[in-house]
């Protein structure tokens, strides 16, 4: 894998992930009271799919392109109606300037989530890599709203935990250049943030290759002390070779109330439309899931 993630931009994992991110800051608009959005790995913020990185992959080719138009591709003859999470999520890239007359941007997590921000909820991007930091200056050096950082997330949490607001969510969208150590090095973030803000919610990205590659982190979130953990998976591939990208999933700690509900559908539709070789596998359950009493 190409940890640059222009080389990724729109692809299956894009899908899933930011169709949870849309899910969570629904979540949290349902009430009126700011939030807070901290992403550790915020990359520039906007990806051309013409650019030479996109062209080198396709990868949007075989995500988020095969959601708009599904009737263009053999195993989806006809064009299915797609759930209002996922249609509001479409729409939303769609109405992004330079988008007017067909797909040519794919917004990253920071721009998906100020687009759906409200005056009063505020972002802290970090963003180690000095080009991709600059690019995510120059995006949003007109919205008071949004503050970018040019250092490491991990480290950035303690520092900006708690946020201000009290209330708001944490994407730890890490590019695993390091492997299978990465998760170590998340479990540690997440032990400290945890311990500084014990009711934010904690939304990880992680790729599948080997099955066993993830399951000592889920092992671990299981009794990191969060009070409910959901997971949504997606593969496209079997999860048994490591030389390629099989799938990818999100953990979400703190999960807001019926976020799974929220998530349901979108899942069950994304399975067939981004299906490869095999047809696609999803999974939606709870790691640690709050007890009635």
């Not at 080719?61 to 299915?80: E, M, V």
Request: net charge neutral; glycine share 6%.
């Amino acid at each position: 894998m190409n940890y640059r993630h222009a080389y990724h931009a729109g692809n299956f994992a894009d899908v899933l992930k930011h169709a949870v991110l849309l899910a969570l800051i629904e979540a949290l608009q349902a009430k009126p009271t700011p939030f807070a959005f901290i992403d550790t790995h915020a990359g520039s913020g906007c990806y051309a799919l013409d650019s030479t990185e996109a062209g080198k992959t396709g990868e949007y080719k075989d995500g988020i392109a095969r959601l708009l138009f599904p009737d263009l591709h053999q195993d989806n003859h006809k064009a299915h109606a797609l759930p209002p999470l996922l249609r509001r999520w479409l729409d939303a890239i769609l109405r992004l300037p330079g988008n007017e007359h067909g797909l040519k941007l794919y917004p990253g997590s920071p721009l998906q989530v100020a687009n759906a921000m409200r005056e009063t909820d505020s972002a802290q991007l970090c963003e180690l890599h000095p080009e991709e930091a600059a690019r995510l200056k120059e995006l949003f050096h007109h919205d008071h709203r949004v503050h970018v950082h040019q250092r490491n997330g991990y480290e950035a949490l303690k520092a900006l935990l708690p946020p201000k607001e009290k209330r708001g969510l944490v994407l730890i969208d890490p590019p695993y250049e390091a492997q299978e150590s990465e998760y170590r090095v998340i479990e540690q973030a997440l032990k400290v943030a945890l311990e500084r803000w014990p009711t934010g919610v904690y939304a990880v990205w992680y790729p599948i290759k080997l099955r066993s590659q993830v399951q000592p982190f889920h092992r671990w979130l299981q009794r990191c002390g969060a009070r409910r953990v959901l997971r949504a998976e997606l593969l496209v591939h079997p999860d048994d070779s490591p030389l390629r990208l099989n799938g990818s999933g999100m953990v979400i700690l703190n999960a807001p109330w019926k976020l799974d509900d929220a998530l349901r559908d979108s899942l069950r539709a994304m399975a067939p439309l981004l299906s490869q070789e095999h047809p696609a596998k999803w999974r939606l359950d709870w790691l640690v899931e709050e007890s009635a009493s």
